[in-house]
Antibody
């Protein structure tokens, strides 16, 4: 059974930083494409970042140069380092496995609130 | 980059059929696969259609997907509506290392 468990969310002030983690079981993070997707309160889904098995990384303009996706193969975990946080980054952040076509496994999400 | 446009909300009665559209604003809808996700309140999204028209195991055949190049859109059709189908539905596609979601459509079964 595949499980993705996010952690690390919380309340942070504007301009602050936060590091999210996604612990995987049932799949090997380093052998898969892995993605972060977020959902602001009452809003839709937004792609945040993807890392390929060859370690190539991709971001939309809204988070480029502020967020960094990475992984630790020894811990079978995915990470999202978020810097220079803004109010509009407030959201539930999900990690998901990307088959190259579809996001087939999702975690339960972790809430990030950016507020003073 | 492109966008995917969905109706904000749709509603239909139990037992009826509903279709949710997803229009690609630039580039061809047929150039990259379209997926559809269902999200119930408080839950993570789950796939109901992938690769335009394929159903994951466990998804009932009441759910079907299609694409129409003439309107540059994809569609999710749910037949024999059940109250449990009430949820938000999102289309998603990809192009040039960019993953795009539609804005989501709230399906009400009343």
């Amino acid at each position: 059974e595949v499980q993705l468990v996010e952690s690390g969310g919380g309340l942070v002030q504007p301009g602050g930083s936060l590091r999210l983690s996604c612990a995987a079981s049932g799949i090997t993070v380093g052998s898969n494409y892995m993605t972060w997707v977020r959902q602001a309160p009452g809003k839709g889904l937004e792609w945040v970042s993807t890392i390929y098995s060859d370690s190539s990384t991709y971001y939309p303009d809204s988070v480029k140069d502020r967020f960094t996706i990475s992984r630790d193969d020894s811990k079978n975990s995915l990470f999202l380092q978020m810097n220079s946080l803004r109010g509009e980054d407030t959201a539930v952040y999900y990690c998901a496995r990307d088959t190259g076509v579809e996001f087939d496994y999702w975690g339960q999400g972790t809430l990030v609130t950016v507020s003073s | 980059n492109f966008m995917l446009t969905q109706p904000h909300s749709v509603s239909e009665s139990p037992g009826k059929t509903v279709t949710i559209s997803c229009t690609r604003t630039s580039g061809s809808i047929a150039s990259n696969y379209v997926q559809w996700y269902q999200q119930r309140p408080g839950a993570s999204p789950t796939t109901v259609i992938y690769e335009d028209n394929r159903r994951p195991s466990g998804v009932p055949d009441r759910f079907s997907g299609s694409i129409d190049s003439s309107s540059n859109s994809a569609s999710l059709t749910i037949s024999g509506l059940k109250t449990e189908d009430e949820a938000d539905y999102y289309c998603q596609s990809y192009d040039s290392n960019t993953w795009v979601f539609g804005g989501g459509s709230k399906l009400t079964v009343l």
